[in-house]
């Protein structure tokens, strides 16, 4: 095998500190090694072109890149000739001559080591090539409110395919029954006629109402999708909506659209419908209706799949205080808003009306988060009373009102039209005589009690995740969190769930008013069409299972945060390589080592222990071998040496996907071998890129530390530390303690 290695010097600041000839002239020694070589700027034009003259002319087979960060100089190093996985970045910069610029000799003897150890990773490493596979160019749109209608129009306005689904037999949402948007106190209409508009005129957007989700099968790019539909039992086409079937059906069977929606043609729902009464049959003008009518059930195949499913009114029911369903004009910020609609003389003589903020929001008990639109709510609803008669008399009770952004404006308004707001929540509501509704409330402002009695007491009640959205968890194999609302990782990934293609938008995500709604299903429309590329490109380090090891124990099809893990037609698990997202999970949590990935396998490891200088210190000084997880761990690393931040140079750092692809078997050899201390950095649980990663990580070690006890070694020669790309100084302090306090153990009896 013929190597060449390339150190680069950075102007000379790399040699300043580290003994680059002395480097280069062992390294032409070592076997394999074709050319030696040291560069000012290995990242310049002259740099790249002297490793690509070399590898067509020495016929190279792998390059080691001696030099600064993984992470920096990406696009400069991308083409040198060789299949990107055969060359090797040697993070000598931030690694060595940054952080131990006070101690020259032992930086030096470090990036000795770290030459040798990813020089036999390299010898182990396989040209890998990416994975093309097409996806169609349509889409399913899971949920006919604002952000579903907005995402099927964005990518439909592309020229793509899209199914829009929808559960109830209209579309419009919840939004299609309010009476006005905030904060311009604009109709539903406003924006849902021009929405309904272009649904209708665009081709390429297929509408099924009353419809649901019944099986997805298939990958990312070419999912199959049955979807069964109810009937409406009115034919659309012929519906002249002359209301005669309302007048007879006495079932409240004939389900009309409420507010704004489309389609404007009622609905029967024949499970209300009394037996053998067809009246509305006999009524119907233009024989519309068929009640024998039955449902289908329509295949489709999609490339990929917009999750808009919503939201629901939390129920107040249980918070037995506020009295709702119990007292008279005890209603939710829901309910007003068809009083809004329809009954808007309700307010026009002198009326006393209280909002109660956070019911059932922000209470460990029912919905532990700010539903985050409810202040604004209650503010809009208040202005809209005291608009239809300024002597109503209106409060606001609230624990802490909420009007971020241009929002702020719509509080103030309210100040200025004479709404009183207090910072309070109000006592049991009791109704002492008819339509008065009384109760006790202490002023944390004013630092008094206050009796109140009101006409109405509204309920500012908070958002949840839809019922649709828990129900397709598995049919879909997506992941919630703790609230059930969609996963994601915010800062990243905020459109994307935890499975490839599959994307949300709107109150399936979190709490979030109707501008953001539209926002995010315009942000899950362009994710969608990036996914929509001539072809999908996925990158080769796939996990591969040794079958010869494997016992089927089904801890990586339990434990994949992905669930990209199913079974093979031999009965043995088999990762998908659409689901799989290269956290290398699976290969930590493999208890005989069966699994590993492309770039980064168990074999690999295990070669780089077997050549590890143990005592490159000298015997006394303990040796620490971290592996840092990529996007916080590693990137804290670098960061301290942008920072001038120093640590002792006991420690070596290897960059893995994940903190929870470290395997035990890895963590033992590495112990075993003489190794003093072992430590595996991960995000913090918050951030973790894998979901779960570093939680498993942490969980697997009590199990490496009860080996360790068995071999009568200190459990604490293992550990495990959360460290944030944007905390070096804590990465530091670590190394700087746990250094000390393997001084203290004493040097690894097993070390040779």
Not at 172 to 193: D, I, N, Q, T
Not at 237 to 256: M, P
Not at 634 to 656: C, E, H, Q, S, W
């Amino acid at each position: 095998m013929k190597i060449g290695i390339y150190l680069c010097t950075c102007e000379g600041e790399i040699e300043k500190v580290i003994d680059i000839d002395s480097l280069v002239k062992e390294a032409s020694g070592w076997s394999g090694i074709t050319d030696v070589y040291k560069d000012a700027f290995l990242c310049s034009e002259d740099g790249i072109r002297k490793i690509r003259k070399d590898v067509e002319s020495s016929g190279l087979e792998r390059v080691l890149i001696a030099a600064c960060s993984p992470f920096f100089k990406m696009e400069e190093f991308s083409d040198l000739g060789l299949n990107k996985y055969l060359v090797e970045r040697v993070n000598i910069r931030e690694q060595c001559s940054r952080v131990h610029r006070n101690d020259p000799e032992n930086a030096t003897k470090k990036t000795k080591a770290m030459l040798r150890i990813f020089l036999e990773k390299a010898k182990y490493s396989q040209p890998l090539q990416p994975i093309q596979l097409p996806s169609l160019r349509s889409a399913l749109v899971i949920g006919g409110g604002v952000a579903g209608i907005n995402a099927s129009i964005d990518i439909a306005e592309t020229g793509n395919e899209v199914f829009l689904i929808e559960k109830n037999p209209f579309l419009g949402g919840k939004v299609a029954g309010f009476h006005k948007y905030f904060p311009r106190m604009c109709p539903p209409s406003c924006g849902l006629e021009l929405m309904f508009s272009k649904i209708k005129s665009n081709p390429n957007v297929h509408v099924l109402t009353s419809s649901e989700i019944d099986t997805i099968s298939g990958s990312p790019g070419n999912f199959e999708v049955l979807i069964k539909t109810s009937q409406r039992h009115i034919d659309m086409d012929k519906c002249v909506l002359c209301g005669k079937c309302l007048e007879v059906c006495r079932q409240n069977a004939i389900v009309y659209p409420e507010g704004f929606s489309y389609p404007c043609i009622p609905a029967i729902n024949k499970g209300l419908c009394a037996v053998d009464c067809n009246k509305c049959v006999a009524v119907c003008p233009v024989d519309a209706i068929d009640l024998d009518e039955e449902g289908k059930a329509t295949n489709i195949k999609v490339g990929a799949i917009v999750l808009a499913t919503g939201w629901e009114p939390f129920d107040p029911t249980p918070l037995t205080e506020f009295g709702y369903g119990r007292l008279e004009n005890v209603i939710t910020n829901i309910e007003f808003e068809k009083i809004a609609k329809k009954r808007k003389t309700f307010f026009e003589e002198p009326k006393k009306v209280a909002f109660i903020q956070c019911v059932g929001s922000r209470d460990e008990r029912h919905l532990p988060y700010c539903s985050d639109v409810c202040c604004m709510v209650s503010i809009k609803q208040a202005l809209f009373i005291k608009e239809t008669n300024p002597d109503n008399e209106v409060y606001i009770f609230y624990n802490d009102i909420r009007t971020p952004g241009e929002y702020e404006e719509l509080y103030q308004k309210a100040r200025r039209r004479g709404i009183i707001f207090i910072k309070g929540i109000p006592s049991e509501l009791k109704q002492d005589e008819p339509q008065k509704i009384n109760f006790s409330v202490f002023d944390t402002v004013a630092g008094k009690r206050l009796d109140i009695t009101t006409d109405m007491v509204v309920l500012a009640t908070g958002i949840k995740p839809s019922q649709g959205t828990i129900d397709l968890k598995e049919k879909i194999g997506i992941v919630l969190n703790k609230n059930n609302f969609v996963e994601s990782h915010i800062q990243c990934y905020p459109q994307d769930t935890q499975r490839n293609a599959v994307f949300s938008a709107g109150c399936c995500r979190a709490p979030m008013d109707v501008s953001r709604s539209i926002e995010s299903a315009g942000a899950a429309a362009i994710k969608t069409l990036q996914f929509f590329n001539n072809c999908t490109e996925i990158t080769p380090d796939n996990p591969a299972v040794n079958i010869l090891k494997c016992d089927v124990c089904k801890r990586c099809i339990e434990e994949c945060p992905f669930k990209a893990y199913s079974f093979d037609e031999k009965g043995f698990p088999k990762s998908d390589i659409m689901k799989c997202r290269r956290c290398g999970v699976c290969m930590g949590g493999c208890p005989l080592a069966a699994i590993s990935l492309g770039g980064l396998s168990i074999e690999q490891l295990s070669v780089m222990l077997d050549v590890f200088d143990r005592s490159y210190l000298g015997e006394d000084e303990p040796l620490i071998l971290g592996f840092l997880c990529k996007n916080d761990a590693y990137r804290a690393v670098d960061d301290a040496a942008l920072k001038g931040i120093t640590y002792p140079p006991n420690f070596f750092g290897i960059m893995v996907p994940c903190a929870g692809a470290v395997n035990g078997a890895i963590i033992a050899k590495a112990i075993s071998t003489g190794i003093d201390g072992v430590l595996i950095a991960g995000c913090p649980d918050n951030q973790c890129h894998y979901i779960h990663g570093s939680t498993l990580a942490k969980a697997r070690l009590t199990d490496i530390s009860n080996k360790l006890k068995e071999m009568y070694l200190e459990p604490e020669r293992v550990r495990f530390i959360s460290i944030g790309r944007d905390d070096p100084e804590k990465f530091a302090d670590s190394i700087e303690e746990y250094v000390e306090e393997l001084k203290k153990m004493g040097r690894n009896p097993l070390r040779l």
